[in-house]
């Protein structure tokens, strides 16, 4: 699977991180427009693979006040209808602030996506005041640990402690673990003998575009059937 990434080419200044320019989207209410531009970009790619013969799940961050918005799960699914794709190759990912503007119809919302088949994930997991609460009580189907959680593994025990608990936790609730910015060998190794199921960053690959992806080596890109 893939996650989507959001850039901004800026002619003057380069290639643009949101840390650099969604605080300006979020100034000028912006973001449900960009949210709908990522998500419909998102699901446009993952139909072009599908019709060169490779299915790839694609996951798209969403963003208050999207994820409050009642409307979500219908436009979401009417979006991947209108491609062709099934529910299954969409993944959600939510970020801790995203769940306490509205916890109550968060959590609808997140219920009725998860039903419909929508992959729910909780993103950077560990970068903030982490609750756990949100595993207990959330409809989650993985867990993305944060990549400053996971850097440091290899080295320091402690970290290395928590990233293990943190993972058998989330095995015990049935959910999925993923590792972000794992940008090593060793660090990489260490993830596979814990148990944690995926791992994403630049030791297996940069960011890549659409294109480039279907130029992925089999068994990373897998042809369906």
Not at 2 to 11: T, Y
Not at 60 to 88: K, T, W, Y
Request: charged fraction near 25%; proline fraction near 7%; glycine fraction near 6%.
């Amino acid at each position: 699977g893939v996650e989507a990434l959001l850039r901004w080419p800026h002619p003057r200044r380069g290639l643009l991180t949101p840390d650099e320019f969604l605080p300006l989207v979020r100034r000028h209410g912006l973001i449900e427009p960009v949210t709908q531009l990522v998500i419909e970009t998102a699901l446009d790619d993952a139909r072009d693979w599908h019709r060169a013969g490779v299915d790839i799940p694609v996951a798209v961050n969403i963003f208050p006040p999207s994820l409050a918005a009642l409307q979500l799960p219908d436009r979401l699914d009417r979006a991947l209808s209108e491609r062709g794709l099934d529910c299954s190759a969409l993944t959600v990912e939510i970020t801790e602030d995203a769940l306490l503007d509205d916890i109550a119809t968060t959590r609808q919302v997140l219920t009725e996506l998860r039903d419909s088949g929508i992959r729910i994930a909780i993103d950077d997991f560990g970068s903030g005041y982490s609750a756990l609460w949100y595993l207990r009580d959330l409809p989650v189907d993985e867990v993305k640990l944060d990549r400053s959680f996971i850097a440091p593994i290899a080295v320091d025990p402690r970290a290395a402690a928590v990233a293990r608990a943190v993972i058998d936790l989330a095995h015990v609730l049935l959910m999925t673990t993923v590792a972000e910015g794992v940008e090593n060998l060793g660090t990489a190794d260490w993830l596979r003998r814990h148990g944690c199921d995926i791992v994403q960053g630049y030791y297996f690959s940069p960011p890549l575009n659409a294109i480039e992806v279907l130029s992925l080596p089999a068994p990373t890109a897998v042809k369906s059937s």
